[in-house]
């Protein structure tokens, strides 16, 4: 009998039993860990896997599916390590949901209120109040301010979009949360780079930032609303930590099995140390501190929305620090690797 590790977490590590267990083992086991709740347990016999989520089943199985006593020492020392250390994983990947996940309603919060106050302003809510014809109004408040109202609603465009992407990230960051190959699709990878940036179009220009995202027909095979929210997630990043006047440049090329994708721009100079870190939740830079507030959590759901997708990412910088005032920036990349057979050439 193989018993297998906990969550779809875990390293899935397997202890092959090739003697029994006892009922006196049992019932110690079962006493320990009855109470243990949110874990799952998967028991594999004869090729059969049995899943179970709590100690109840487990030790009815264990007693019906076995009945000599030889094992209780292996079992003290192999069985129940793996069932703590599940469990104490658990506790920390489900602290660390609800941390982001309080920062992630913190930040929705903070989009929504701003989003109400652009449309009142728009629409000058004190002045609207006292119209009996209100539809008339705004028609005529409409009519007369076009480019304000145009920005205004590609802002809010942009608000709700970046509302939507929290609770769709929120969502996926739940513990135990995979895709299953029925969520992948096809998609362009211009296309999901196009629907990613055109939320931050307006803002990039404002800063004269000029993105050049390269036209291909190469496709990949991906859940499109995850590997989305990582591409805001980057375009974002890069909204606060770019030079003004400077460029983006996005390529994407083919390579033996799997799709690269280079995102390069000039942005905050990231130290050698910080490579990996600025990956980690809640972690920001040196340079990147030193514009504005953040929680550091970007780059971390970025990565996270990737992994789902079969797909990694890296940091590289390509020169030395480029000194403007008080902040140091880089020529920095970006690279995403999707691998497998999540990709395809089409033509």
Do not use: W
């Amino acid at each position: 009998m193989n018993v297998i590790g906990f969550d779809k977490y875990d390293k899935q590590q397997v202890f092959e039993f090739t003697n029994e267990l006892n009922n006196e083992n049992l019932d110690l086991l079962y006493k320990q860990y009855k109470n243990m709740k949110g874990i799952t347990l998967q028991l594999k016999k004869k090729g059969v896997l049995y899943r179970y989520d709590d100690m109840d089943s487990v030790y009815y199985f264990l007693v019906t599916e076995t009945t000599n006593i030889k094992t209780a020492a292996f079992i003290s020392k192999n069985f129940l390590h793996v069932i703590r250390a599940g469990v104490i994983y658990r506790e920390k990947i489900t602290a660390e949901y609800d941390e982001i996940s309080e920062a992630i309603l913190h930040n929705t919060k903070n989009i929504q209120n701003q989003s109400l106050l652009k449309l009142k302003s728009l629409l000058h809510e004190d002045i609207l109040k006292l119209q009996e014809n209100k539809i008339q109004y705004i028609v005529q408040e409409i009519e007369e301010n076009t480019l304000d109202t145009a920005r205004t609603l590609l802002s809010l465009l942009k608000d709700f979009s970046h509302i939507n992407f929290e609770y769709a990230v929120q969502e996926y960051l739940k513990p135990g949360v995979t895709l299953s190959p029925i969520d992948y699709s096809s998609y362009p990878i211009h296309t999901l780079l196009v629907t990613a940036y055109y939320v931050f179009e307006s803002e990039f220009k404002s800063r004269n930032i000029k993105v050049d995202l390269q036209r291909s027909q190469l496709e990949i095979n991906v859940h499109f609303s995850t590997f989305k929210s990582a591409l805001v997630q980057l375009f974002d990043n890069a909204l606060k930590y770019c030079q003004d006047g400077s460029d983006i440049i996005v390529t994407y090329n083919s390579v033996s099995s799997k799709v690269i994708i280079d995102i390069e721009m000039i942005s905050v100079y990231v130290k050698d140390d910080d490579f990996n870190r600025i990956f980690q939740p809640n972690y920001r830079g040196d340079e990147a501190r030193k514009i504005g507030n953040g929680k550091g959590l970007g780059l971390y759901l970025a990565k996270r929305m990737l992994e789902l997708n079969n797909s990694k990412i890296f940091f590289r910088r390509l020169s030395n620090s480029i000194s403007a005032g008080e902040i140091s920036f880089s020529r920095n990349l970006f690279v995403i690797h999707v691998m497998g057979d999540m990709a395809t050439l089409l033509y």
